[in-house]
């Protein structure tokens, strides 16, 4: 099966908090899996990506944290902004040989100023 | 450079009827995407295609027809549109190397309304 299952459905932060929308894959041949996200009338737009050959990739105040062996990956927001308030995707694909990505279902995330 | 483009930006059909939404990139992408986003079930790939004359099926096919003769674009048919094709539909555009498919870059997206 070629699931990726993400949690939460919906996220509400203050202010600075940390936001953690989490991920989970079965297709143990994903090897590239990115986040992506989406403002209200927009098409989504990468935020951050990593690969399996790193446990943590950070940009800014994005994280991923990834852990192979339980087939999950992570995406932190530092310092949440309202700015931040957004849908966020995660997604999963295998680096060659397909063209395919698959998508999780989303997360609506809302930080109060 | 433009990006992706799609238009129209809104439709409405009525059932039965069919329409062509279109999808071009200028950024020489060979890889082009049509996507459906629905509440709570995410993006759903309908229809991909790797390069010019090449296309395959997604997810969720049935009920649309895609063709690739140029690089730039990439159309998506509804032949016979039911009220199960209202959606938001997004195509996206990559380049291929090494490693495989690149980051995907995504149009503004076309909200469909089949009545």
């Known amino acids: 099966q070629q699931q990726v299952k993400q949690s939460p459905q919906s996220l509400i932060v203050q202010k600075g908090g940390i936001s953690i929308i989490n991920c989970a894959y079965e297709?143990?041949?994903?090897?590239?899996f990115p986040w992506y996200q989406q403002f209200p009338g927009k098409g989504p737009a990468l935020l951050i990506a990593?690969?399996?050959?790193?446990s943590e990739k950070k940009e800014g105040r994005f994280t991923i944290s990834f852990n192979k062996s339980a087939k999950q990956f992570s995406l932190h927001i530092m310092d949440s902004q309202p700015g931040d308030s957004a849908t966020y995707f995660c997604?999963?694909?295998?680096?060659?040989?397909?063209?395919?990505?698959?998508f999780g279902t989303g997360t609506r995330l809302k930080v109060l100023a | 450079n433009a990006g992706v483009t799609q238009t129209p930006k809104f439709q409405v059909l009525k059932t039965g009827q069919s329409m062509t939404l279109q999808c071009a990139q200028d950024m020489n992408h060979e890889y082009m995407s049509w996507y459906r986003q629905d509440p709570g079930m995410g993006l759903r790939l309908i229809h991909y295609s790797v390069g010019a004359g090449i296309t395959d099926q997604g997810e969720v096919p049935n009920g649309y027809n895609v063709s690739r003769s140029t690089t730039e674009d990439f159309p998506l048919r509804l032949l016979s549109a039911a009220p199960s094709q209202t959606s938001v539909y997004f195509c996206?555009?990559?380049?291929?190397?090494?490693?495989?498919?690149?980051?995907?870059?995504f149009g503004p997206g076309t909200r469909l309304t089949v009545l």
């Open positions: 996206a555009s990559s380049y291929s190397g090494l490693l495989g498919m690149g980051e995907q870059f």
């Open positions: 297709n143990t041949a994903f090897d590239y």
């Open positions: 990593i690969r399996p050959d790193v």
């Open positions: 997604a999963a694909s295998k680096a060659s040989g397909t063209y395919k990505y698959i």
